[in-house]
């Protein structure tokens, strides 16, 4: 079953205002529906849109892509990104980019692993949302991070995420990978009153570069 949900990006001169159409699959598969995190960094990436025009942006564990596909609205070159082989996810991001009218490149990109499609890749924006969520996992994430990131000195790592457990693993691979973090919000700081009452839990935005 599919359902489509609405995302609404609003400013203050309404003259740039937006509505995103995500679909969602519903079934067992995480990168199938939106997590909060996701709406969090969308609305961060709308709110920052000067950043965006232009720029290569690329997404780990892009998922529906919400987040991708409203920095392709800026202007940004957007490459949406999953764990390698799993169609149903890229089908799903590639509907979402057809029916918004944005043209992303969609790419299986699984945390520590490297083949050549993505050697060449030298994204001025990383972005993930909600991909902190599997403390196993973190040192691969951060590992792609940081080879992503040192390809060009301004780089920068964009992500929402439910600090849930593991923050002393991130401190530690932070120093391991020579990453350091510039900036730390909280999702109550930048959401519009409308988008409060769909986050029930508590969301970090963190902006991460190389040291
Ligand atoms: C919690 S979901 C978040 C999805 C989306 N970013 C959002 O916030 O709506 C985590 C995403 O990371 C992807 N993922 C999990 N492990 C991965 C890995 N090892 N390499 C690449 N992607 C991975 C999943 O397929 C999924 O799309």
Known sequence: MIRVSEHRFRDAS????TTIYISEVIEEDYGLYIWPSSIVLAEYIWQQKDRFAG???LELGAGTGLPGIVAAKLGAHVILTDVENNSKVFENASRNCEQNAVDCKILGLTW?????STLDIKPDIVLGADVLYNASDFDDLFATVASLLQKKPEAVFITAYEPRSGHR???????????????????????PPEKLSLISSSIEIVEIKTL
């Not at 309404?14 to 205002?17: A, E, G, I």
């Not at 520590?112 to 050549?116: C, I, L, M, T, V």
């Not at 693993?169 to 959401?191: G, N, R, T």
Request: negative net charge; proline residues 0%; charged residues 25%.
């Open 55 to 57: 720029v290569q942006v």
């Open 169 to 191: 693993s991130i401190e530690f691979l932070m120093v391991k990978w020579k990453l350091q973090c510039i900036k730390l919000l909280d999702a109550h700081e930048i959401l």
């Open 112 to 116: 520590g692993d490297w083949d050549s």
């Open 14 to 17: 309404q003259l740039t205002n």
